[in-house]
């Protein structure tokens, strides 16, 4: 039976609390960085929300997604911007050939893949000899971490890094999104939350979890089209161990060098 990602992936319109537009913001702005004049595909890209806040200092994204009812979304969204193209695939099997991207960005769906290191050693294969891989992953050691339904296996940083290093030159790891808090409000929302995961009551959709949001979070937010600057606060993500557990952020990224740093530059 066919997975229906559009019950798990955030589609413009849908409401989202204040910390998820930071973090859908977060992700693209963290990239931008590595994207200029290069370039980029972006897998598992759902709507294509963030494909334009890329475009705008990339020479080419290639936004591609496996579900072709969400891709509907990219495909009006883009349609008139000469540097986006829009394509189905499987992150299992890239439909590129070898050596043609600057960058290739996976953003939380790396759970979603049932052999994540077929898609690793595509990345690979699709990207030139100073190519980068990102990505991006809920931290499965947070607290409150909760699980998609549709997931495969999720990925602590050691986990992560250790697959991501059997393949690539250089790996760094870093964390966005503090879970600490002094709020007193937080802590009980903390416990509340941990409570309704163990005991299964979280709903399984984005639309079932906008009520438990509007009562946590307060009022919330239309999701909009396309990634802008201003949407968000951006604070820069901290470097952190690839040899320890870490439990301090919520959201993990890695970026993947196929060559070492120090030969790009010699």
């Not at 697959?163 to 964390?175: H, I, T």
């Not at 979280?202 to 909009?224: D, N, Q």
């Amino acid at each position: 039976m066919k997975t229906n990602y559009t019950t798990v992936t955030e589609l413009p319109g849908n409401k989202a609390s204040k910390e998820q537009l930071a973090r859908l913001y977060h992700r693209y702005h963290f990239a931008s960085s590595f994207c200029k004049n290069k370039d980029v595909l972006e897998v598992a890209c759902g709507p294509g929300i963030g494909l334009g806040y890329l475009a705008k200092g990339a020479n080419k994204v290639v936004g591609g997604d496996i579900d072709e009812k969400i891709l509907r979304y990219a495909y009006d969204a883009y349609k008139s911007r000469e540097n986006v193209e829009i394509r189905k695939v499987d992150a299992h099997k890239l439909p590129f050939e070898e050596n043609i991207f600057d960058a290739v960005i996976l953003y939380e769906a790396i759970y979603y893949l049932s052999q994540p290191e077929k898609f690793i050693d595509e990345a690979k294969r699709i990207l030139r000899e100073d190519g980068i891989l990102i990505i991006c992953t809920v931290n499965k050691d947070w607290a409150d971490f909760n699980p998609s339904p549709y997931s495969f296996k999720y990925f602590s940083a050691p986990e992560l890094c250790k697959m991501l290093n059997q393949r690539f030159s250089n790996v760094k790891l870093y964390g966005s999104f503090p879970t600490s808090t002094d709020s007193t409000k937080d802590k009980i929302l903390s416990l509340i939350k941990r409570t309704a995961i163990a005991l299964h009551l979280i709903p399984k959709t984005m639309k079932g979890k906008e009520s438990l949001k509007r009562i946590f979070f307060g009022k919330l937010m239309f999701i909009p089209p396309e990634v802008k600057d201003g949407m968000a606060e951006y604070n820069e993500p901290v470097f952190i161990s690839c040899t320890y557990p870490n439990s301090q952020y919520k959201v993990l990224y890695a970026v993947a060098y196929v060559q070492d740093q120090q030969s790009q530059i010699s």
